[in-house]
């Protein structure tokens, strides 16, 4: 499985600010997703992250809210916009390292607590 | 909806000794794959075991094996000889293939190990 790597690791923002998260992989992999995970619950997919083109979002989660980026097959970026406390949550990428994408690795998540 | 339903909160185990994590899932797919990912403390997911549903065999994996009943949609987690670093939330999930890369969490069961 790939190296996961996340940055930061936590921070604690202030409400109506924005925080930018990255994620790093060792190796080339064709699909990146983000997941959060609030307080106590399960984790619930944001978004696929494409290559070259928009992402993929879910029901319930918007781009302006949560634009993401994903310059090449190694790295990507989730931003939380416009925070607030209930976006306090973790924050996990993960990969998947074939086209059918049958097996997610996750990074160490990010967690984010907004005052 | 797709659901993926936990319904033990929280599992004790003496260490040296077995628990079993029930699973139950809800789909009207055939096509599937499922997983359970472990949580420590740590925050970081990590792949325990993998079933492709369309395999009958169940997964093993050293001490962790599966119950996997596809009529019963039941895919329930045996961890033999727990160890204490096995305490950790454990998730169900599941994937269908022909809804693209999304996984779906269940609520997770925290496992306790006595030493």
């Known amino acids: 499985s790939a190296v996961i790597s996340q940055k930061p690791s936590r921070d604690i923002c202030q409400r109506g600010t924005s925080l930018t998260i990255q994620c790093q992989v060792d190796?080339?992999?064709?699909?990146m997703f983000w997941y959060r995970q609030q307080p106590g619950q399960s984790l619930t997919l944001i978004a696929t992250a494409n290559q070259g083109s928009e992402a993929t979002y879910e029901s319930g989660f918007v781009i302006d809210k949560f634009p993401i980026s994903r310059p090449n097959l190694t790295f990507s970026t989730l931003t939380v916009s416009n925070m607030s406390p209930e976006d306090s949550s973790i924050y996990l990428c993960?990969?998947?390292?074939?086209?059918?994408?049958?097996?997610?690795?996750f990074g160490p998540g990010t967690r984010l607590l907004v005052l | 909806a797709q659901t993926v339903t936990q319904s033990q909160p929280e599992m004790s185990v003496q260490e040296a000794e077995t628990v079993t994590l029930s699973c139950t899932y809800d789909?009207?797919?055939?096509?599937?794959?499922l997983f359970w990912y472990k949580q420590p403390p740590s925050r970081q997911m990590i792949l325990v075991i993998r079933q492709e549903a369309y395999k009958q065999q169940n997964a093993t994996e050293n001490r962790f094996s599966v119950n996997f009943q596809k009529a019963a949609k039941s895919f329930s987690l045996k961890i033999s000889d727990s160890q204490l670093g096995d305490a950790a939330m454990y998730f169900c999930?599941?994937?269908?293939?022909?809804?693209?890369?999304?996984?779906?969490f269940g609520g997770g069961t925290r496992v306790l190990v006595k030493p």
């Open positions: 999930a599941y994937r269908i293939k022909a809804a693209g890369n999304k996984l779906t």
């Open positions: 789909t009207s797919e055939s096509d599937y794959y």
């Open positions: 190796s080339q992999v064709t699909m």
């Open positions: 993960s990969v998947a390292g074939s086209p059918r994408g049958e097996t997610q690795y």
